[in-house]
């Protein structure tokens, strides 16, 4: 149904363009100048015809289900209803909700399947009542439309305000989303810091995140505490970032300073390479390769290391590093003066003297955010450590130890279990609500840095 | 030079001796460090482009062997008392593929036989159902039919599997081994392209799983994905660029545009959870989710491209657009726009090419559920490539090792594709002023 609606829609506003321009070339023809031409007299049929409806359907669908849920709820029968928690009704209404579409399990009383039964009247009628009104409404602004045609009709302006306010509509679905997150983060974190103090969460140094599921299970209480998360994080993040921070700034020098202009044609391309392959993919490949080389590796020279070492998961993830590093380093080295570098080669510096002495420390302050965006990235990556490094939060800074990660903890809490009501599962967006701080403010921190930097040489 | 500070009396000029040995040796060190220098450079080069190598050559190294499976070409006796004519569906076709094997290899004690018929896949009895219900006219024929290996013998079939290594610790013992060995002696054991790599769903059994689910799933996410963050990020991207003013507002808009492109995806994946799954109720695993998800990644990436690509059109030609007349928003629509599109093609490409290896926020969504059959729909629960990777790599069966590089494979071929396309746009289309 919600097709034929949409398609109602598609027809009905492409009609609305076609007689509003034929109306305006009849008009033209007559003699008559048009204020707009007449393609725009189409084009506002278009608008006043078929956004008002998209709007509508829009509306409707959000709030559909809201509505027919509240008044099946109302319909059952009061002896049931009353006297139940918000949380027994809300498993109610799922329940009516399953058996509405088919999935019924044992014998449900007679007046669930009532209940189910209306709920599905009142969602075909729903179905039927947003046609009717989708085709209402397109009568009505076909029919306006048609009316507003005349030659002093300013179409063009009316086209324009609304294109425009489109546009900001677009913009603003970026800010929307921020907001969203931003609300979201918060509003489960305050229902997770109801049922765990947010001092235990901030300064605890136990991360055991496993509840009793049921009353008098042996699961102990549960401990919140982030820092051995966010250690694990810092962890392998060094790892990472030893691994990405030289070989991506020495690259960067050499395909800058030394590579003739054929090898940079052919190296560019190959580290622009390792930035598109997807994250799981490394996930797989520390698992497949890496991993068991640092092991044998460790056994060959007498060290313990744990199966899922940090080691594995970190250099894996300095690789996919290197060529965000490399690729910050050349724009800081590109975008330093050739004057500098031109006055240091002609007092006689050889290139490796310039890159050294000359370009590298003017370059530095880009570099820098260069790398805070790296630590940035290193601490929200998920797919590597999700794959490769550890589930067990234990307080270490030993690379060869199992680590885990905030991003780990937030994605093991939430795949598959999806009760909103117990800690365990809130406890992920407190983690994402810290991870999105942590990163927001490096992300600006660096910025600010490279901006900085590039006004001073502008 | 000399000259000058010759004739102004400041003594005599020290010429320098550029070949004397001190100097020679001090010029020497200071090329050493160049050399030094660019070498730890090429080390780094060197280091990078080895790693990719490792990486390319052991995927495809693993992967290779799931590109093709073992099958044996079996007779299946199907009677009349077995597959009931009038009802195909309820036939004993375990049987009839158990008497198969037997016919083979007769000289089998009862207890065997079960361990025998594990030789091949669980799904061939499915697959001879599946031909007999649409040919129901061969119901007291002899049908020759190719069936699947399962997982350990096609591992075998293809030397994976080490006979020198100890019984206990083998996933096949000697007994298997030699049953399999008879079964190759007589010819009937062939191994062919392995299709069923594209055109099955995901499996249980190694044999059968296919990536058919998680690509039409990937398909409806980029599609999703393409329909929203498309005509947003441009109608973003000529608002910001064109006809923003600069104030506070529009400053806030960038910040935030520029900030979210940064934001990890797993907190993308959060929002999802909590907004579209929680508050709207959409249903878990549909692409139409995860495409919202993904479209909100990818928006602020086709808005960074569009407003460059929109910047790089010379102000010149709206100018002389505006110039004879057109009004801001027709210049906008008929110069600037078409002039611009190249770019925006390409940055929309590479932002699809980023949301279709995109893992993280799926998680969260529950597509990484365990679906046996390809949607239907956008509201049809599904997987996609990267979860299906995801989930193959977390299965302990050996078969679904080599399964997932192959899906890697698959994945990096579209990856390969869709970037070498936004290359050829950019080069084909893109004009320099």
């Known amino acids: 149904m919600l097709g034929y609606t949409l398609l109602a829609i598609l027809a009905a506003s492409v009609a609305g363009y076609w007689m509003n321009r034929a109306a305006a070339r009849k008009i033209a023809a007559g003699g008559e100048r048009l204020h707009s031409v007449a393609p725009f007299h189409g084009a506002y049929a278009l608008a006043l015809t078929g956004l008002p409806a998209l709007i509508l359907v829009v509306l409707w669908l959000l709030f559909e289900g809201f509505v027919i849920e509240a008044v099946v709820?109302?319909?059952?029968?009061?002896?049931?209803?009353?006297?139940?928690?918000?949380?027994?009704?809300?498993?109610?209404?799922?329940?009516?909700?399953?058996?509405?579409?088919?999935?019924?399990?044992?014998?449900?009383?007679?007046?669930?399947?009532e209940a189910a039964r209306y709920l599905n009247a009142l969602r075909g009628n729903a179905d039927l009542a947003l046609f009717a009104v989708v085709v209402a409404a397109l009568g009505l602004g076909l029919w306006v439309a048609r009316r507003r045609v005349s030659a002093a009709f300013r179409a063009r302006h009316s086209v324009e305000r609304v294109m425009s306010a489109l546009m900001i509509f677009c913009s603003l679905v970026a800010i929307a989303t921020t907001l969203g997150i931003v609300l979201s983060l918060i509003y489960e974190s305050i229902r997770f810091f109801e049922r765990v103090p947010i001092t235990e969460f901030l300064f605890g140094l136990n991360w055991e995140p496993q509840i009793p599921i049921r009353e008098g299970q042996v699961a102990g209480s549960g401990a919140f505490?982030?820092?051995?998360?966010?250690v694990g994080t810092l962890v392998i993040t060094?790892?990472?970032?030893?691994?990405?921070?030289?070989?991506?700034?020495l690259s960067a020098i050499y395909l800058f300073e030394f590579a003739s202009r054929p090898v940079r044609g052919v190296i560019k391309p190959v580290l622009e390479i390792l930035a598109g392959?997807?994250?799981?993919?490394?996930?797989?490949?520390?698992?497949?390769v890496v991993a068991p080389a640092i092991r044998s590796a460790g056994d060959a020279l007498g060290i313990p290391v744990a199966p899922n070492t940090a080691l594995a998961a970190g250099s894996v993830m300095g690789v996919m590093l290197i060529p965000f590093i490399s690729s910050f380093t050349d724009d800081a080295l590109a975008a330093v003066p050739g004057s500098l570098r031109d006055g240091s080669l002609a007092l006689g510096a050889t290139r490796g003297e310039t890159i050294l002495k000359v370009l590298f420390?003017?370059?530095?302050?880009?570099?820098v955010g260069g790398v805070l965006l790296a630590v940035s990235r290193a601490i929200g990556e998920t797919m590597i450590v999700v794959m490769a490094a550890g589930l067990?939060?234990?307080?270490?800074?030993?690379?060869?130890?199992?680590?885990?990660?905030?991003?780990?903890?937030?994605?093991?809490?939430?795949?598959?279990?999806?009760?909103?009501?117990?800690?365990?599962?809130?406890?992920a967006f407190a983690l994402g609500l810290m991870l999105f701080l942590v990163t927001l403010s490096l992300n600006v921190l660096a910025l600010r840095i490279v901006r900085k930097y590039r006004e001073l040489y502008d | 030079m000399t000259d000058a500070s010759a004739s102004s009396g400041l003594g005599p000029v020290r010429r320098i001796d550029w070949q004397a040995p001190e100097l020679k040796r001090r010029r020497a060190q200071r090329h050493r460090t160049d050399i030094w220098l660019q070498s730890l450079g090429v080390g780094a080069v060197a280091i990078a482009c080895?790693?990719?190598?490792?990486?390319?050559?052991?995927?495809?190294?693993?992967?290779?062997?799931?590109?093709?499976?073992?099958?044996?070409?079996l007779e299946f006796e199907v009677t009349a008392e077995q597959v009931p004519p009038d009802n195909p569906e309820r036939g004993e076709f375990r049987d009839i593929v158990r008497d198969a094997v037997l016919d083979l290899i007769p000289d089998v004690p009862e207890d065997q036989h079960r361990q025998l018929t594990s030789i091949l896949s669980n799904g061939a009895q499915y697959q001879l159902r599946d031909l007999i219900v649409a040919n129901p006219g061969l119901i007291g024929e002899t049908v020759a039919l190719a069936v699947p290996v399962s997982d350990p013998f096609d591992q075998l079939a293809k030397g994976l599997i080490d006979r020198d290594t100890d019984e206990a610790s083998r996933r096949l013992d000697d007994r298997e081994i030699a049953w399999f060995a008879r079964l190759q002696q007589m010819g009937v054991v062939e191994t062919q392209l392995n299709t069923y790599l594209l055109t099955n769903a995901d499996s249980r059994f190694p044999e059968l799983a296919g990536l058919k689910g998680a690509l039409w799933g990937s398909f409806y996410l980029i599609l999703v994905c393409f329909v929203i963050s498309f005509p947003l990020g441009i109608g973003a991207a000529i608002y910001l660029e064109e006809f923003a003013p600069k104030n506070r507002f529009t400053d806030i808009v960038e910040v935030n545009i520029n900030n979210l492109a940064a934001v990890p995806s797993i907190v993308f994946g959060l929002l999802a959870l909590a907004v579209f799954l929680n508050w709207f109720e959409l249903p878990r695993s549909a692409p139409l989710v995860g495409g919202l998800t993904l479209s909100l990644m990818t928006l602020p990436t086709i808005i960074i491209a569009s407003r460059a690509a929109i910047k790089a059109v010379p102000p010149s030609v709206r100018e002389a657009a505006l110039g004879v007349g057109a009004s801001k928003h027709q210049t906008v629509k008929d110069f600037v726009l078409p002039l611009a599109m190249p770019g925006i093609m390409t940055g929309t490409i590479i932002g699809l090419a980023q949301a279709l290896g995109e893992t993280a926020p799926l998680l969260l969504i529950g597509m990484n559920a365990f679906i046996t059959q390809a949607p239907d729909g956008?509201?049809?629960?599904?997987?996609?490539?990267?979860?299906?990777?995801?989930?193959?790599?977390d299965s302990p069966e050996r078969g679904f090792v080599s399964r997932t590089s192959a899906a890697i494979c698959v994945l990096l071929c579209f990856l390969i594709t869709m970037n070498a396309l936004a290359v050829y746009l950019r080069n084909r289309f893109e004009r320099s002023w």
Do not use: C, H
């Open chain 1, 73 to 113: 709820m109302q319909s059952l029968p009061p002896e049931q209803v009353d006297g139940r928690s918000p949380g027994e009704l809300s498993l109610l209404e799922s329940e009516i909700q399953s058996i509405a579409q088919g999935r019924i399990f044992g014998e449900p009383p007679d007046w669930k399947l």
């Open chain 1, 225 to 230: 505490g982030w820092i051995p998360v966010f």
């Open chain 1, 238 to 249: 060094t790892v990472a970032l030893t691994v990405a921070v030289p070989v991506g700034i």
């Open chain 1, 277 to 288: 392959v997807p994250t799981v993919v490394y996930g797989f490949f520390a698992v497949l």
């Open chain 1, 361 to 367: 420390p003017a370059a530095i302050p880009g570099i």
């Open chain 1, 392 to 427: 067990i939060a234990t307080l270490t800074i030993n690379p060869l130890d199992s680590v885990t990660t905030v991003t780990v903890q937030i994605v093991t809490m939430l795949i598959g279990d999806t009760a909103f009501d117990n800690p365990k599962t809130l406890s």
């Open chain 2, 50 to 73: 080895t790693m990719l190598a490792i990486l390319v050559g052991s995927l495809v190294y693993s992967g290779w062997p799931a590109f093709t499976q073992t099958f044996i070409n």
């Open chain 2, 378 to 393: 956008v509201m049809d629960a599904s997987t996609a490539l990267p979860t299906q990777i995801f989930i193959w790599a």
